[in-house]
């Protein structure tokens, strides 16, 4: 019996209309464009600023294009994986309130937490599932709400990230397509890097954590960047020896979109040229979890059948990994 690979058999996704560019953001905080795009290549980033509008209206939107696009009938779809550090309410998951809203009515559904590595872990979860024959149509939705725990007084942090909703359709292939394989990795020392100080079971919210502003994103720039920059590219070299690959056989490299000086860096050590890297982090800056879907949605007419693929993708805790993909 032939094996069974999990096909990506559509993408989509979508942004906020409001634009948050560098000229605006340097009348927030003490920075410049000039400033900003030396150090991370982010032009610009979309922001939610509408009242009482969560990650899930973002993932509603993708899910719901991703189902016009595909001809697919909401009930069809079995399972569906949301992938966030930002979900909409502590309890319930933000996968049963999109599955509600677009009439996903015999999907289960959960969400998936590793960060901005969060939609490479939850593509794999998915692909076993479908290998398994467990399901036949899964969406995998990466999701953040980022301004919601940016400090928009820390320069350092507030230029980078941006809000933003990609989202998969997986379906069985008996054809070598689609999610071939991935390397994931984690080290929990990293944690003192890259964390959100409160708001979780350690450390509730009291007065004191919010007058102390510890309900904000916190990150070693410096520490962070040395880990992701190492991290990928050794992950990446994995990817490709373990499925015999030559760096030249790769048709996009499809990367995380954490700092442009991190892509450049990676990009170069399989030496690439730019127009074989997938790149948006100029328009939507760091969307998290939503990055690596949101790169597949905008590069999707450049796409071709049988194009090799390789994702890879660093964020917290630490996490990190890579996916070979023939689309």
């Known amino acids: 019996m032939p094996k069974t690979y999990a096909k990506i058999t559509g993408v989509h996704g979508y ?58 009938p909401a009930h069809t779809i079995d399972l569906i994986i949301c992938a966030t550090v930002t979900p909409d309410l502590v309890l319930p998951a933000n996968a049963g309130i999109i599955a509600h809203a677009v009439g996903a009515k015999n999907a289960i559904g959960y969400d998936l937490q590793a960060a901005c590595s969060g939609f490479l872990y939850a593509l794999e979860t998915a692909a076993q599932y479908i290998e398994n024959k467990k399901y036949q149509k899964i969406i995998v939705i990466g999701v953040d709400k980022m301004s919601s725990i940016v400090d928009y007084e820390d320069r350092t942090t ?32 990293g944690e003192k890097y890259l964390h959100q100080k409160a708001g979780g079971s350690r450390r509730p919210p009291t007065h004191d954590t919010i007058e102390n502003r510890e309900h904000y994103l916190y990150q070693d720039g410096k ?4 880990f992701a920059v190492n991290s990928m590219i050794d992950v ?39 127009d074989k890297i997938m790149i948006t982090i100029d328009h939507f800056g760091n969307t998290t979890a939503a990055t690596i879907p949101l790169c597949l949605w905008m590069y999707e007419k450049k796409l071709q059948p049988g194009h090799q693929l390789i994702l890879t993708t660093f964020g917290a805790g630490f996490t990190w990994g890579s996916m070979y993909v023939i689309w």
């Open 15 to 72: 942004v906020p209309e409001y634009t948050l560019t560098n000229k605006k953001l340097a009348t927030m905080v003490d920075t410049n464009d000039d400033w900003i795009t030396t150090r991370t290549g982010i032009k610009e980033r979309r922001i939610l600023k509408e009242k009482n509008q969560g990650s899930t209206f973002m993932a509603i939107k993708a899910v719901e294009g991703l189902l016009q696009k595909t001809s697919t």
């Open 158 to 189: 507030c230029i980078l990230f941006g809000d933003g909703a990609g989202a998969l359709l997986l379906e069985p292939s008996f054809k070598k397509e689609g999610i071939i394989n991935s390397i994931l990795k984690m080290d929990g020392s």
């Open 223 to 226: 520490a962070v960047f040395k």
């Open 236 to 274: 990446v070299n994995m990817i490709l020896k373990k499925n015999q690959l030559k760096k030249e056989a790769i048709d996009f490299l499809v990367p995380h979109q954490a700092n442009y000086r991190i892509i450049k860096a990676i990009g170069e050590s399989l030496a690439l040229s730019e």
